[in-house]
């Protein structure tokens, strides 16, 4: 019997979806986004849409691979504009209706005088929601995993792994869309208040993002002035060294100069040190600044990261040190010497910046997340089964 | 309307005692205070048609919703089919058809029954037998493979009392069931309820459509303002009320003179009449009424008979509290002595809408009470 009701709310929830127009559009734009991915080529001589060929564009095979290529196209425009962005949207505007809809009145008495209890007539309502978003995800995934394997040479299953992160990226805005469903009973309340939430995340992860920049550069310019304060009292101990032994002094093999000896000979170098302390205090400053950022982090659900996590498997370090880098870029930050200005490489930044988000564990990306949900719809269920209709 | 049935006999052991829902001392009291019901004693047997009445906001509508699951008791010692209200699983063997009903827009009337089924737990192949045979129960059958968002008011009724029945209930609570449905829509429910009846199936009804309910009710409760005021079959509730009504074909006020003639002390004193025959001699035209009597001025006279009957005057009419005709005679002859010209003469009881006015009529003030739940302290409606 629970078989078949549960069969019946999906059946339903189908016929409700599928009664609004805008899951097909959704569906149809999917398409229209493959097919654009399909339309593009890469080969020995360039870059081409369908059969015209782009001379501007300076890539070719030989520079970028088609495998590549594609990959980066699916999670930049595929993944983070069109599933995360652009359908995310689509599909909160679908389903937001679901649960008001659910408890309007004359339709709830109908739902609750069944023999089901309502924490599973709940929970079935929001599954059913996020199967909507399994099957636009999976048909878009699927495609492009074909267009990838066909167009770009290399098939990748891990590109599947886009079904479970946008739908655990999706759940973790729809568990608000229902309670706000829930609390307010409007369709339109809910969607805003939902975007509101969504726009907060979005605040607090440019937030997050500002503040690893900070702490890759204040990382950067510490390391680089360390290296360079270093090299700078070795250079001068050695200047010293052979400027004492030329007057004929006798040195023992291990002598190292006093500090002051050192300082007399090179005048910048009190500049660098005190340089260095400076950016000393403030990448501790700036880590200290993120980490608080992070730990307010833990307790909202991570959309962005989510979504980055395909990145992370698609991707490895070494391809992304490939694409952020040309051969004749500077790979680190480097410190005049005499002016002690800093002079940063922007692929030192990146690599930075990608190696402290990397750092996040999935366990903390997903698991924090799933943990809120799991507090959201647990406060829903416990709204849903008290509230009289 | 057409010949099938609703099909499957119903288990008739459902209580010992018979009773199909038993319920005591429910009570609803709203966030705010609003007291929706105030202890409720309620007995509905298996297999008759029980009729909740009671005006707007009575707290009809918060009953059936308790039984169904749809609003929590603050208070229920109580049981459906012999299970204690709330019990989830019960509510297989029950229908229902809830007040303001809206079925998804998108479906189609057999969707909707078939949909409803599936959620009260019939199997695919009951479902899709019983859908046809209810649709044409109900006269829908052309319309089934049509939106329901296209539907008029009273055929989604009628799509709602087939998808209530599709589980084959032993019980059916239906919420106004005929509000927007036209005059044979009503005739057609009646006979579905009437057929489930003849079937051992229990219904019961909330409507404040008292004539509906009087003709197809075998119990009927009164409630008003969150109380059960009366209880019982109709004939029970209407035993002490029946009465006999003698109507003059007169004027009020010449009618009113004949009766104070005929039964002066009960007319003057408002008790004990006793029937003065007319002195020798004296006619009709020497005994002209007064003016200004005070039956002119207010009819509606209550009073009482020496034998104990009361009796009542409204406008031309004479009502006495009576079932045997031994007890008019007199009256009769009293009356036709003084030359008062009968039009009729009937033995009748109280309908039900003399019941339910007498029931939301504050004895002591006359004044029909305010429609809503207790309101005795300040809060907002539920």
Redesign the interface.
Same mark, same amino acid.
């Given at each position: /019997?629970m078989m !078949?009701?549960t069969?019946?709310?999906f @059946?339903?929830a189908y016929?409700?979806l599928?009664?609004r127009k805008l899951f097909w559009v959704t569906l149809m734009l999917s398409g229209l986004v493959v097919a654009a991915f399909a339309a593009v080529g890469i080969d020995k001589q360039g870059f081409t849409i369908l059969w015209f060929r782009l001379d501007f564009i300076p890539l070719n095979s030989d520079i970028l691979s088609p495998a590549l290529l594609y990959k980066t196209m699916f999670l930049s425009l595929g993944l983070k504009i069109w599933l995360a962005w652009i359908a995310a949207i689509l599909a909160l505007i679908t389903t937001a209706g679901m649960i008001p809809d659910l408890i309007? +009145? +004359?339709?709830?008495? /109908? /739902?609750?005088?069944?023999? @089901?209890?309502r924490i599973r007539l709940f929970l079935t309502k929001y599954a059913a929601g996020l199967l909507f978003v399994t099957f636009q995800v999976g048909v878009f995934s699927l495609a492009s995993f074909f267009v990838i394997g066909v167009r770009g040479g290399e098939w990748e299953p891990a590109l599947l792994l886009a079904i479970p992160l946008v739908v655990a990226f999706f759940s973790f805005l729809f568990c608000m869309c229902v309670l706000f469903g829930l609390l307010t009973r409007s369709t339109i309340a809910s969607l805003l208040l939902t975007l509101l939430f969504w726009f907060f995340i979005f605040i607090l992860n440019a937030a997050d993002g500002a503040l690893v920049q900070w702490r890759s550069m204040a990382e950067a310019q510490r390391d680089a002035l360390v290296r360079q304060v270093a090299q700078a009292e070795g250079n001068t101990r050695q200047l010293l060294i052979a400027e004492r032994r030329s007057l004929g002094e006798e040195l023992p093999e291990d002598y190292h100069p006093t500090e002051e000896e050192v300082a007399g000979v090179n005048p910048f170098l009190k500049g660098l040190r005190d340089k260095r302390a400076s950016a000393e205090k403030t990448a501790a400053q700036a880590a200290k600044w993120s980490g608080i950022l992070f730990a307010a982090k833990t307790i909202v659900p991570k959309t962005g990261e989510t979504i980055d996590l395909l990145e992370r498997t698609l991707i490895s370090m070494a391809d992304l040190e490939a694409l952020t880098g040309s051969s004749d870029m500077p790979r680190q930050t480097t410190v005049d010497e005499q002016t002690a200005e800093v002079e940063f490489s922007q692929y030192d930044l990146s690599m930075r910046s990608a190696t402290i988000l990397r750092e996040r564990s999935v366990l903390w990306i997903l698991g924090t997340s799933f943990a809120f949900e799991a507090v959201v719809l647990a406060l829903s269920c416990v709204i849903f089964a !008290?509230r009289?209709? | 309307m057409t010949t099938a049935t609703v099909d499957e006999p119903v288990n008739p052991a459902v209580r010992s005692d018979g009773l199909v829902i038993d319920l005591h001392h429910v009570a609803k009291t %709203?966030r705010g205070r609003i007291r929706a019901l105030c202890g409720i004693d309620m007995q509905v047997r298996r297999g008759e048609v029980f009729g909740l009445l009671g005006p707007n906001g009575a707290g009809k509508s918060t009953l059936v919703?308790i039984l169904?699951?749809?609003? =929590?008791p603050t208070e229920c010692r109580g049981t459906m089919l012999g299970e204690p209200v709330g019990h989830?699983?019960? #509510?297989?063997k029950?229908g229902?058809l *809830?007040e303001?009903? =809206?079925? *998804? *827009?998108? #479906?189609t009337g057999s969707?909707v029954v078939d949909? %409803?089924g599936? #959620?009260?737990?019939v199997? =695919?192949a009951d479902r899709r037998h019983r859908t046809g045979e209810l649709l044409e129960l109900v006269g829908m059958k052309e319309w089934a493979k049509k939106k329901v968002g296209s539907y008029s008011k009273g055929m989604r009724q009628r799509i709602g009392i087939a998808?209530s029945l599709v589980n084959s209930p032993e019980v059916v609570l239906l919420d106004e069931p005929t509000d927007g449905v036209d005059p044979v829509g009503r005739r057609d429910i009646r006979e579905i309820v009437q057929r489930l009846r003849s079937e051992g199936r229990t219904v019961f009804i909330n409507s404040h459509l008292l004539s509906e309910l009087e003709m197809v009710c075998d119990r009927v409760a009164i409630l008003v303002q969150g109380r059960v005021v009366s209880q019982g079959t109709i004939d029970e509730l209407t035993s002490d009320k029946r009465r006999y009504e003698i109507e003059l074909a007169a004027e009020p006020d010449a009618a009113a003179a004949y009766f104070q003639r005929a039964l002066p002390e009960a007319i003057r004193h408002g008790e004990h009449a006793t029937l003065t025959p007319p002195a020798p001699g004296e006619r009709e035209t020497d005994r002209a009424p007064p003016t200004h009597s005070p039956l002119t001025r207010r009819v509606g006279y209550h009073g009482q008979l020496a034998t104990g009957e009361w009796l009542e005057i409204d406008h031309a009419t004479l009502r006495i509290g009576s079932t045997e005709p031994a007890t008019i005679q007199p009256i009769i002859d009293a009356l036709r002595e003084r030359g008062a010209v009968i039009r009729s003469i009937r033995q009748n009881r109280p309908s039900l809408e003399d019941l339910f006015m007498q029931a939301v009529t504050d004895p002591s003030t006359g004044a029909t009470l305010k429609p809503g739940a207790d309101r005795a302290r300040k809060g907002r409606t *539920?």
């Open positions: /019997m !078949r009701q069969a019946a709310l @059946v339903d016929r409700e599928n009664s309007a +009145g +004359g339709s709830i008495e /109908m /739902m609750l005088s069944k023999p @089901v209890s !008290r009289d209709f | %709203y919703k169904m699951t749809v609003i =929590r989830k699983a019960t #509510l297989a029950v229902y *809830p303001h009903h =809206r079925f *998804p *827009p998108y #479906l969707q949909f %409803y599936s #959620l009260a737990g199997s =695919r998808q *539920p």
